[in-house]
T-cell receptor
Framework: AQSVTQPDIHITVSEGASLELRCNYS??????LFWYVQSPGQGLQLLLK??????LVQGIKGFEAEFKRSQSSFNLRKPSVHWSDAAEYFC?????????????????FGKGTKLSVKP | GAGVSQSPSNKVTEKGKDVELRCDPI?????LYWYRQSLGQGLEFLIY????????KSGLPSDRFSAERTGGSVSTLTIQRTQQEDSAVYLC??????????FGPGTRLLVL
């Protein structure tokens, strides 16, 4: 069965420092991979996605993620964190479901990593 | 363009009552998904509609939960005989083909 693990429940970084949030997935084939961000009381905003091709993907707000098949990982990175990045971050995997007209099907989410930013 | 919208944004109900939650997907999106977010369980998939195919109901936690999608657009999630454990944020998302899922702001349901 598919699963997503985000090993860090809570991370605190200083403003301006670099950030890496870890994500490991379990899936029998190459999955679709996503990172979403959720601010308090808000819905989920898509940061970036990996479907195929270049394993380093760029997203919004200066975030990037790298797909490493050998490690079953899709870690999220940002070179310099801003106070406004404080939020909860979710990694997700989607199955490839050709029988559904090529849709990705439902997502399986990790438990999330809460990011706090120190001034 | 307009994103996914959900209504109501908040709903308080008494145990045993039925509730209906509405989702308006992004115009033209063929797939629509319902998820539930709670403190104990994280984000859980509930049900998925793709075009005219039969919905994937594999995530519905009990037969008290049902959903329909009318005209390939608006969807309603119905919870009958609500229980306190149904209290959660119900999130709707939509996508176009292989595209990413875009989420609405959610409906916060509190069952007293």
């Amino acid at each position: 069965a598919q699963s997503v693990t985000q090993p860090d429940i809570h991370i605190t970084v200083s403003e301006g420092a670099s950030l890496e949030l870890r994500c490991n997935y379990s899936y029998g084939a190459t999955p679709y991979l996503f990172w979403y961000v959720q601010s308090p009381g808000q819905g989920l905003q898509l940061l970036l996605k990996y479907f195929s091709g270049d394993t380093l993907v760029q997203g919004i707000k200066g975030f990037e993620a790298e797909f490493k098949r050998s490690q079953s990982s899709f870690n999220l990175r940002k070179p310099s964190v801003h106070w406004s990045d404080a939020a909860e971050y979710f990694c997700a995997v989607g199955a490839r479901r050709g029988s559904y007209g090529g849709s990705q099907g439902n997502l399986i989410f990790g438990k999330g990593t809460k990011l706090s930013v120190k001034p | 363009g307009a994103g996914v919208s959900q209504s109501p944004s908040n709903k308080v109900t008494e145990k045993g009552k039925d509730v209906e939650l509405r989702c308006d997907p992004i115009s033209g999106h063929t797939a629509l998904y319902w998820y539930r977010q709670s403190l104990g369980q994280g984000l859980e998939f509930l049900i998925y509609f793709q075009g005219n195919s039969a919905p994937d109901k594999s995530g519905l936690p009990s037969d008290r939960f049902s959903a329909e999608r009318t005209g390939g657009s608006v969807s309603t999630l119905t919870i009958q005989r609500t229980q306190q454990e149904d209290s959660a944020v119900y999130l709707c998302a939509s996508s176009l083909g292989l595209g990413a899922q875009y989420f609405g702001p959610g409906t916060r349901l509190l069952v007293l």
